[in-house]
Structure formats: C-alpha cells, structure tokens
C-alpha cells in the first residue's frame, strides 16, 4: 500500500521561501509520478507539480514555473517541492499524491497524503 506524508508547511512572507517534504513507501515499482498539489479556501485542487520516480523527469503548472522546483531523493523515499518567491495566492494546503501516469490532474492520482498547511502573508 502507497502511503504519503508530508512536512515543511508554515507561515512565510510575502516573497520568502519554503520547502515541502514527501515521505513516499509502498510503492510496487518505480514506475510512478509523484505530484504536488494544493487546494485554498473555496477553490478546487489544482495540480503544481509532479515528478517521475524512474527518470525523473519533471512537469509543472505554468503558475508556478521558474518559482517552484520538484525534486526527488530515491534512497530517501522523498520528494521535495523548493517554493521560491511565494505569493500570497499561493497560501493553501499542500498535498503530495502518487499515480502510475504522468498527470496535473487529482482524478488520475490515486493515494494521498494528508496535506500540510502553507499561508503566505503580504
């Protein structure tokens, strides 16, 4: 059974930086995607960021390019979403989750951590 659990949420500025941890196990195989996603007050979970398992290769939401990074640390089990320049639309809670396609949408991921909390002041 995949499990997930994150870490790394909290208040942070305007224009400050955080960094996300996923501590991913159970998993069959590599042949895996491990996305970031995040859902604020009233709005629908959007998907960030996700990263393979076997290449690594990565994909991102155009609302967050060239401000967030996904990495992965395979002999840790981990993945790491580095938010850089965070805005305050970026406050919401964080959930990293795992599917066997490469995909921003939530439908498709089917295991789930239990999300971490991320507010950003102005």
Known sequence: ????????????????SLRLSCA????P????YIGWFR???????????CISRDDGHTY???SVKGRFTISSDNA???????????KWEDTAVYYCAASPWK????EVYTAWGQGTQ?????
């Not at 991320?118 to 102005?122: A, G, I, K, T, Y």
């Open 24 to 27: 991913a196990s159970g998993f």
């Open 60 to 62: 991102y939401d155009d």
């Open 103 to 106: 995909s921003l949408l939530s």
């Open 118 to 122: 991320v507010l950003v002041s102005s």
């Open 1 to 16: 059974e995949v499990q997930l659990v994150e870490s790394g949420g909290g208040l942070v500025q305007a224009g400050g």
């Open 76 to 86: 840790k089990n981990t993945v790491y979403l580095q938010m850089n320049s965070l």
């Open 39 to 49: 859902q604020a007050p009233g709005k629908e979970r959007e998907g960030v960021a």
């Open 29 to 32: 195989s590599d042949d895996y």
